[in-house]
C-alpha cells in the first residue's frame, strides 16, 4: 500500500506540474481587444501600433483592435464612442478632450486611456494628476502655458508685429484662449479672434485676417483645426501669412514654424498604459504623466517661400529645423 500511495503521490504531483506551462501559455494567447477611438484620420493609430509593436502586442496574434475614425466631425464621435461601448472590449483609446469626453460619456467602467490632451484636470476628466479616479488616465500638458509661450515665440521671430490673429474652435479651449489673451497684454499686442464652428469658415476667416491686415496667426489646438491641417497651411502660405502651429504636424506639412509637445510620442505613450491595464492595473491609480519635452521646429523652404527671415538666435534654439 505504500509503494501504491507513492506512485499515487508521484503521479499527482507530476500532473499538477505539467499544467501550469499549460495554463500559463493559455493565458498568454488571449486575444485582448481595444477600442481605438480617432477624432480624424490622423497619425495617431500608426503611432499607438508602434507602441503596442515595442511591447510585444501585435495585431490579430494577441490584440485586436476596434478602430473607429469620426474623420473630423466632432457630433459623430458621441456615436462611435457608445458604439464601442457596446463591444466586450479591455480599454478604449482616443485623443482630443472631444474624444475623451465622447468615451467618458459612453462608458464609466471600460478603462478609457487618453493619448495625450490639454489640462485633463480642468476639463473634468481627472480628479487630479497623481491620483485620477475613475476610469480615465493617460497623458496631459498644460495646454495654457504652451499658448503663452508660442505667442511669446511669435512676437519673438517677428518683432514688428503688433496685430495677431487668433485661429480656434468655438467649443472647448477657453484655458488656451485666457492663456493667449494674458500674454499679449504682457508683449504689447494686440489680437484678433476668430472662432470657427465649421470647416467651411476656414476661407472666410483668412479673408478677416486679410482685411483687418494681422501682421502673423496664432493657431490654437483644435480637433477640427487638426483635421484641415493641410487646408490651413495652404491658406496661410497663399497668405504670405507667418503661423505658429500647436506641434510638429503643421511644420512638417508645409507650416512656418511650432511649438508644443511630440504628439508621436504621446499616442506612443498610450501604449503603455494599454499594457498595464491589460495586465490588471487600475486607471484610477495609473498617476497622469505629462510631457516634460517641448519641441520648436521651424521650415526654413516655408519661411523662404512667403519671404520672411527667422532670426538666428531662435534658429538656434529650434529642436528641428526643415531645410
Not at 495646454?143 to 495677431?164: A, C, I, M
Not at 527671415?309 to 531662435?314: A, D, F, G, N, S
Request: no cysteine; net charge positive.
Amino acid at each position: 500500500m505504500k509503494l501504491i500511495r507513492a506512485g499515487l503521490i508521484i503521479t499527482l504531483t507530476i500532473g499538477v506540474a505539467t499544467s501550469l506551462p499549460a495554463a500559463e501559455a493559455q493565458q498568454s494567447r488571449k486575444m485582448f481587444r481595444v477600442g481605438v477611438l480617432s477624432p480624424s484620420a490622423d497619425s495617431f493609430l500608426n503611432a499607438f501600433k508602434q507602441g503596442l509593436r515595442e511591447l510585444n502586442y501585435i495585431e490579430g496574434r494577441n490584440i485586436f483592435l476596434e478602430y473607429r475614425s469620426a474623420e473630423g466631425r466632432v457630433d459623430r464621435l458621441f456615436e462611435l464612442a457608445a458604439e464601442l461601448a457596446r463591444l466586450k472590449l479591455d480599454v478604449i483609446v482616443t485623443i482630443t478632450s472631444p474624444g475623451v469626453r465622447a468615451a467618458k460619456q459612453a462608458t464609466s467602467t471600460i478603462p478609457i486611456v487618453m493619448g495625450g490632451v490639454d489640462d485633463a484636470v480642468e476639463q473634468g476628466f481627472v480628479a487630479s494628476l497623481a491620483k485620477p479616479g475613475g476610469n480615465v488616465t493617460g497623458t496631459s500638458w498644460l495646454n495654457p502655458e504652451l499658448s503663452g509661450k508660442r505667442l511669446e515665440l511669435l512676437k519673438e521671430t517677428f518683432p514688428k508685429v503688433s496685430r495677431v490673429a487668433v485661429l480656434r474652435e468655438a467649443i472647448g479651449g477657453a484655458s488656451s484662449l485666457r492663456a493667449t489673451i494674458d500674454a499679449a497684454r504682457v508683449l504689447g499686442v494686440q489680437l484678433q479672434i476668430l472662432e470657427l464652428r465649421d470647416p467651411n469658415e476656414l476661407n472666410s476667416a483668412f479673408a478677416a485676417i486679410a482685411h483687418e491686415r494681422a501682421g502673423a496667426l496664432d493657431v490654437l489646438p483644435g480637433l477640427m483645426i487638426t483635421a484641415y491641417m493641410r487646408q490651413i497651411v495652404d491658406l496661410a502660405g497663399n497668405a504670405r501669412l507667418p503661423v505658429i502651429f500647436p506641434d510638429g504636424q503643421f511644420v512638417e506639412s508645409g507650416g512656418l514654424m511650432s511649438y508644443g509637445p511630440n504628439v508621436s510620442d504621446l499616442y506612443r505613450r498610450a501604449a503603455t498604459y494599454v499594457d498595464k491595464i491589460l495586465k490588471g492595473a487600475k486607471p484610477s491609480e495609473l498617476p497622469i504623466e505629462q510631457p516634460t519635452r517641448f519641441e520648436l521646429v521651424i521650415n526654413l523652404k516655408t519661411a523662404k517661400q512667403i519671404g520672411v527671415t527667422i532670426p538666428q538666435p531662435v534658429l538656434y534654439r529650434a529642436d528641428k529645423v526643415i531645410k
